[in-house]
């Protein structure tokens, strides 16, 4: 069973380099070290025998990445608001000027959900980083403006370099308290982001669901899985 779960991480990441054209991006080495890993564990448990605790550490380790998994499922499949006061879109990388694939979904479900909230005021969140021409929000605004959305409707939030930074310095366009707040990102995203949103103090605050490349939906939910972790543990 090691050997074939490990055979399987390593097909993984070869479909994950090939979908990408590189062989090191940030996470899909994780693949390939656990390919490794659990070779290694088959390999020493064929010649050596492995210890029951072994098992029962990977056991536990299992169950609670399933457990936060299936939590961040619910995040996006579950946690529905109709209408809103605000939406958030949170911005991610862009290529010079070219918009990325996972800030195209983005973009097309504010689209969609901000033409079920014709009143609804959209704040495009994200600053500018390395490979970038212009600002995530400079390029969100365009495309969005290009596809329909009013100008006077939208509100350019340029400074923010993390989702906590997105979120934070878009609080100071709305009222966290009062006003109901979609925020728009990739599926796998929104749990964490809505997260970090409450612990910022916005009280009424909801997932907006985009989509993500069906071949990087699971690496990026295994990504998030650590992520959680991470921000669990910072309390």
């Known amino acids: 069973m090691l050997l074939v779960i490990g055979a399987l991480c390593f097909v993984y990441y070869v479909i994950i380099c090939i979908y990408l054209r590189k062989w090191d991006s940030t996470f899909s080495r994780f693949w390939l070290a656990a390919g490794i890993l659990l070779s290694v564990f088959w390999f020493c448990g064929q010649w050596f025998g492995i ?12 169950g609670l990445m399933l457990l936060t998994f299936f939590r961040i499922l619910v995040g996006f499949l579950f946690e529905k608001q109709k209408t809103y006061d605000y939406l958030i879109v949170l911005g991610a990388q862009v290529r010079g000027t070219k918009i990325t694939d996972s800030l195209q979904r983005r973009l097309e479900a504010a689209l969609c959900c901000g033409g079920k909230n ?8 994200g600053g500018q980083g390395k490979g970038e021409d212009i600002t995530e929000a400079r390029a969100m605004w365009e495309y969005l403006s290009c596809h329909g959305i009013s100008k006077n409707r939208m509100i350019l939030e340029d400074r923010s370099r993390t989702t906590q930074e997105n979120l934070r310095f878009s609080a100071q366009f709305l009222d966290k308290e009062k006003d109901v707040v979609g925020i728009v990102s990739n599926n796998f995203h929104l749990y964490r982001a809505c997260l970090y949103a409450k612990k910022q103090g916005y009280r009424n605050v ?3 669901a985009a989509s993500c490349h069906p071949v990087l939906f699971i690496n990026y939910m295994i990504r998030e899985v650590f992520a959680v972790w991470k921000l669990w543990l910072q309390g």
């Open 118 to 125: 014709p009143k609804a005021k959209m704040i495009v969140s």
């Open 51 to 62: 210890l029951p605790i072994f098992w029962w550490g990977a056991a536990v380790v299992c």
């Open 206 to 208: 909801y997932p907006v």
